[in-house]
């Protein structure tokens, strides 16, 4: 009884494992279809031998199994399956004959067709040369080439001018300049000019001449320069003082004077070179003979030069001059001589630039003294290459000289008191630079300490219409300002102007004799085109006094020496006809103002004269 139980629980075992097994060999079916292998057909097989009979086996180990088998369910509900069968295995071959569609969704669908054609990039053909060069690890900076002087375009070089002229007031007029053309070692050349005319007044007549040669040589490592000169200039006294003040005896018949120089200078200078710590020196020579139509003869010869060291950024030097003079006139002949020195040591740097020194001074001859003055400059630039401060405290002894003193005022009489003035300190401070592109300026204020300044009055009472000299006994206080103005808009136009105020304060003499406070100096030159110049000048002089005269020589009674304030505007233009060919016109006081330099002398009045220039 109880084995008959046993057999019917053991199948019921055995039916529950395969019912399962068979469910899964199904579903491999639908989840891996094979759309391929339902169009070839299935191969003839040998019937499989039978499996032996597993005794113990799982669910999974019978899944997978099954998954390895096709059945065939196409026909009678799978009656064909060798499985139905007694005895069959699980390996029969399980055929799928329903086609395989599949469905996208549409986030994956591609929207854009591909591009078939065929475009390839076109690729130059490369070709390398390699360089035979050796490499150089060489991080100094390379010297540059000098660049190459162009050609010049003018193979006919000019090197000779000469002008004549001729105009109103019985003006001649004539200049001329020679020289040996384009030489980098050796230039030699002369000069002349001619300049004479006679004013309405009766002898105002004044004739002036020069001539003279130079030279340069430049040599390895100095430069020779060498000078020759003649000048001449004729005047007559034609002052007309018959007002009553001239001596009693006094007729009025003018004058004649004449003033003759002839001069003469030499210097050798070491050349520039631009190397570290160098030294530089250069020595000069030169002197004049100088006369006039009396007796008055004044002989000069002046030994100059300097040597300097530069050691790195300060220069270090002594200046000296040996001033030999000899003045010889009716009354008196005398020496006047000084011998100055002059050691300095001057710093430079990005922003300044500082000298400092002394200079000594020992007169002998008819005066002698011994000097120490001082001898200071300084620059410093306020706002660097536009605007500097500079200032200077200098000193020195003014020779008295004929010449220099005729040069100022050619109506001077015979027996020139001589005396030598002192510039015991003069102290200068301004500013310069530029304001603009083509605008310079200079501006300075000054005070100067003069002892014995010089003074040319009038000496009518005892010559009739000569001037004379007298010197400020003490020490006169000179300050003032000091303008300049230089604006050059272009290479065609230039613009500049001085203008000078003073205030004299005196120790013996009441007024600065015939020294103007006020002067105005201005000129232009325009450059219209290649055959046309114009150029025009200015000049302003303030309001002077010449000392009060005195009737007869006698008696004190003043009269009036008031000299009125004048302008004096002058103009000119030159047309170039050709290279060498060129015509031009002056015209001297436009304005034909009958002003006075000098008392009881006016200026001439209005001069107009041309001529020509040629160039060869």
Known sequence: MNTRYTYILLALLMSFFFVPASAQTKKPAAKKPAAKTVQKPAPKKKPAKAAPVVQKSSAKNLGDAASTVAADTTKKGGQNNPANTPGAGLTEEIVVTTAYKPVLAEAVKIRRNPNLEEASPFKAPLAYAPIDKK??????????????????????????????????????????????????????????????????????????????????????????????????????????????????????????????TIGAEAELAKNYKDVENDFTYALKLKGYLFSNAYSA???????????????????????????????????????????????????????????????????????????????????????????????????????????????????LGENINLVNSVDQLDITVGLKGTLAPGLSFKAAIFRNSVKNLPLFVNDFANTGNKFGVIYDGGKARISGFNGELNFKAAEDFDLFGRVEIKDYKLATEAEPWNLPTFKLTAGTVIHISNTVDINGSLMFRGATQDKPLTSGGVSSTPASSNIASFADLSGGATYKVNKKISVFVQVNNILSTSNQTWLYYPNYGLNVFGGVGYAF
């Open 135 to 260: 490499l150089q690890q060489d991080n100094n900076i390379g010297e540059l080439e000098a660049m190459k002087r162009p050609a010049e375009q003018d193979s006919v070089l000019i090197n000779n001018y000469v002008k004549v002229g001729a105009g109103s007031l019985k003006t001649t007029y004539a200049e001329g300049y020679f020289a040996n053309g384009r030489d980098e070692a050796l230039q030699v050349g002369g000069f002349l000019k001619h300049f004479a005319q006679a004013g309405n007044q009766y002898k105002q007549n004044e004739i002036r001449d020069e001539v003279g040669v130079f030279g340069k040589s430049i040599m390895a490592d100095n430069t020779l320069t060498g000078r020759i000169s003649y000048k001449r200039r004729g005047t007559y006294f034609y002052g007309d003082n018959t007002s009553g003040v001239a001596p009693a005896a006094y007729v009025f018949d003018p004058q004649k004077q004449t003033f003759n």
């Open 297 to 411: 003869k004044e002989n000069n010869l002046v030994l100059s030069g300097f040597v300097n060291q530069t050691v790195k950024q300060f220069y270090a030097g002594v200046a000296a001059s040996l001033d030999l003079n000899t003045q010889k006139d009716a009354l008196y002949s005398v020496s006047n001589s000084i011998v100055r020195a002059n050691p300095y040591i001057k710093f430079q740097g990005e922003n300044y630039k500082i000298d400092a020194g002394i200079n000594i001074a020992k007169e002998f001859g008819f005066s002698d003294r011994f000097f120490i003055f001082p001898a200071a400059k300084l620059e410093y630039q306020v706002v660097p290459k536009y605007v500097r401060l500079f200032a200077e405290a200098k000193g020195d002894v003014n020779r008295a000289s004929i010449l220099e003193y005729t040069d100022i005022n050619p109506f």
